[in-house]
T-cell receptor, first 113, second 109 residues
Framework: EPEVTQTPSHQVTQMGQEVILRCVPI?????FYWYRQILGQKVEFLVS????????KSEIFDDQFSVERPDGSNFTLKIRSTKLEDSAMYFC???????????FGSGTRLTVV | GQNIDQPTEMTATEGAIVQINCTYQ??????LFWYQQHAGEAPTFLSY????GLEEKGRFSSFLSRSKGYSYLLLKELQMKDSASYLC??????????FGTGTRLKVLA
């Protein structure tokens, strides 16, 4: 079964450093998403991406965040200057044109120290 | 505002049936989705409803009433491996999910 692949699975970074989280969505999927889940809390929407541009973003997705699809297969989330409160599990997801459920990647656990 | 409510925890016995309720208030509602999440893992898709009524998928069924802002997930013939969190999510806008906090289900032998 096709998978959404995320790397790395764990990332520890110093506060103020930049991180890039990488995702390879399923190849025929058109819509891409990033979500995050702080430990013990609910999954929260960050951003949706379609046709090489952001289609919607939440208030969490401030100027410190950016997304890119640099080469037609990878989909990245960059956090420019990490804060302690950015520590969370970050999930990438993708879907086709239909309203069927997303496929989530296995996540990147980001720890900011 | 956007709000999804579901119970925090439920306990049931192996072989039994359990119903997990979810109420929602979202603007621009498209549909209601249910996901299963084991601790430390990604959510996996279980079922969805766009129209009112019941959708059945093996041991899992989901029901939606749009007029009442209400859904439930029904799990039959519970197995130990069904112990997990069950996430209710309403979609709106660009089909982004608004998730509830999840219901942690414990299945006892």
């Amino acid at each position: 079964e096709p998978e959404v692949t995320q790397t790395p699975s764990h990332q520890v970074t110093q506060m103020g450093q930049e991180v890039i989280l990488r995702c390879v969505p399923i190849s025929n999927h058109l819509y891409f998403y990033w979500y995050r889940q702080i430990l013990g809390q609910k999954v929260e929407f960050l951003v949706s991406f379609y046709n090489n541009e952001i289609s919607e973003k939440s208030e969490i997705f401030d100027d410190q965040f950016s997304v890119e699809r640099p080469d037609g297969s990878n989909f990245t989330l960059k956090i420019r200057s990490t804060k302690l409160e950015d520590s969370a599990m970050y999930f990438c997801a993708s879907r086709t044109d239909s309203l069927y459920g997303y496929t989530f990647g296995s996540g990147t656990r980001l720890t900011v120290v | 505002g956007q709000n999804i409510d579901q119970p925090t925890e439920m306990t049931a016995t192996e072989g039994a049936i359990v119903q997990i309720n979810c109420t929602y208030q979202t603007s621009g509602f498209n549909g209601l989705f249910w996901y299963q999440q084991h601790a430390g893992e990604a959510p996996t898709f279980l079922s969805y409803n766009v129209l009112d009524g019941l959708e059945e998928k093996g041991r899992f069924s989901s029901f939606l009433s749009r007029s009442k802002g209400y859904s439930y997930l029904l799990l039959k013939e519970l197995q130990m491996k069904d112990s997990a969190s069950y996430l209710c999510a309403a979609t709106s806008g660009t089909y982004k999910y608004i998730f509830g906090t999840g219901t942690r289900l414990k299945v006892l032998a």
